[in-house]
């Protein structure tokens, strides 16, 4: 028996319903692809509304609320040691720079071991005599671009003489005063307190302890995200 010859009419009917199942495929393709997303937490740029304690940032206890009229401070705790920290350090630099009134920037050179110690008292000796307009950035340079070692404050400064108007002399009364080491001392109690092991790091007001491992430029959004809540006040007006 001859089959009967396809008409168009049922040609136009399976092509209609090809087509809405791929329609129907497509969706579901969409809809699972956004979910994997979001549960990985690659969707988190969405927005300040979305940065939640514990994902983002957790709460340091214990920490003396900040007197009225103070600033919102931002702790960037880092090392000349750290190669993170370099990397990170332009951005630091053009956050600053982004700040409202009212809050301010502060890096925090830590000592986690006797080599970075040596460092951070440079730091704090270089910020006490207005000396790190470009040796900032030249010290990092040196340990992690040319390879060089510092082992000794006089090391240091030889390599600071005659930059930024700094001289070895004025560098080493600096490093060797006791209010570089009160400071150290300072932000080494700080840096406890925060729980900090590893760096660079973020405290926004000392007592917001930023998730660093939500990526660099994330984590500077976070940061502006919690000074502007501080700044808004308790009521968030």
């Not at 900032?136 to 108007?165: M, N, Y």
Request: proline letters at 3%.
């Amino acid at each position: 028996m001859a089959k009967q010859p396809k008409t168009s009419e049922t040609k136009d009917v399976k092509r209609v319903r090809n087509i809405i199942i791929l329609s129907v495929v497509l969706i579901i393709g969409v809809v699972v692809g956004y979910g994997v997303l979001y549960s990985t937490g690659l969707t988190d740029n969405v927005g300040a509304d979305g940065y939640t304690e514990g994902k983002h940032y957790d709460l340091i206890e214990g920490v003396e609320a900040r007197r009225a009229g103070a600033p919102v401070i931002v702790a960037e705790y880092f090392s000349y040691g750290c190669i993170h920290c370099k990397n990170f350090d332009p951005l630091v630099t053009e956050f600053k720079g982004t700040l409202p009134a009212g809050s301010k920037l502060e890096q925090r050179p830590v000592a986690f071991n006797a080599s970075w110690a040596l460092l951070a008292r440079a730091f704090l000796a270089l910020e006490a005599i207005d000396g790190l307009t470009t040796n900032h950035e030249r010290l990092f340079s040196a340990i992690h671009d040319s390879r060089r070692q510092f082992s000794t404050p006089e090391q240091i400064a030889k390599f600071v003489d005659g930059k930024d108007g700094v001289t070895s002399a004025s560098f080493l009364q600096a490093f060797n005063s006791s209010a570089v080491r009160r400071k150290l001392a300072k932000i080494d109690g700080l840096s406890r307190a925060a729980q900090l092991s590893a760096v660079p790091s973020m405290v926004v007001d000392g007592r917001y302890r930023i998730k660093m491992e939500i990526g660099r430029k994330q984590a500077l959004d976070v940061a502006r995200f919690l000074v502007d809540k501080e700044l808004a006040g308790p009521s968030g007006e």
